[in-house]
């Protein structure tokens, strides 16, 4: 059970790639029209965070994240 679960948060941080990256590209327009987004920034910046921590301690013990995507 714990493997299936471990299995999921994996495949689950390769997706968390992807939706920082397209985050991070709204955030870019939101700037470029003027929109104050140092709350949106700091939000991402904390689960970037998170997000690394999982992936270290996933890898640390065998996983492999999927469709890591680093911006």
Do not use: P
Request: aromatic share 4%.
């Amino acid at each position: 059970m714990a493997n299936e679960v471990l299995d999921g948060i994996a495949t689950d941080l390769g997706k968390i790639n992807q939706e920082i990256k397209t985050a991070k590209e709204y955030l870019s327009v939101l700037k470029d029209a003027g929109e104050d987004t140092s709350k949106m920034e700091a939000d991402i910046r904390t689960l970037e965070i998170r997000k690394a921590k999982w992936e270290r301690t996933l890898e640390a013990r065998g996983y492999k994240i999927a469709n890591q995507d680093e911006s």
